[in-house]
């Protein structure tokens, strides 16, 4: 079964960086559109970033030059590296996977990421 397991969320202070990553499995993962999302507490899923299957990338504006998508198709995993973090930042991230001839997303689990001093 299609499975996506986030990681390496924690704690860092504002201004640090953090990368967390997603493995995925149960599907062709280099066919795959694959995207990342947050939910702050209390607030509803906002988008984050996106990465098709031609390599090509797309960020919410609030990410634009702080955030970067990447993946690796030789370890079925697409990574969020997060810079210059502020406290709104705050977030539980999803990663989440749109296969081949589906128009519905799989989503993980989640990963808590906390900015704070």
């Known amino acids: 079964e299609v499975q996506l397991v986030e990681s390496g969320g924690g704690l860092v202070q504002p201004g640090g960086s953090l990368r967390v990553s997603c493995a995925a499995s149960g599907f062709t993962f280099s066919s795959s559109h694959m995207s990342w999302a947050r939910q702050a507490l209390g607030k509803g899923l906002e988008w984050v970033s996106a990465?098709?299957?031609?390599?090509?990338?797309y960020y919410a504006d609030s990410m634009k030059g702080r955030f970067t998508i990447s993946r690796d198709n030789a370890k079925n995993t697409v990574y969020l590296q997060m810079n210059s973090l502020k406290p709104e930042d705050t977030a539980v991230y999803y990663c989440?996977?749109?296969?081949?001839?589906?128009?519905?997303?799989?989503w993980g689990q989640g990963t808590q990421v906390t900015v704070s001093s």
């Open positions: 989440a996977a749109r296969l081949p001839s589906e128009g519905y997303d799989y």
């Open positions: 990465i098709y299957s031609n390599g090509s990338t």
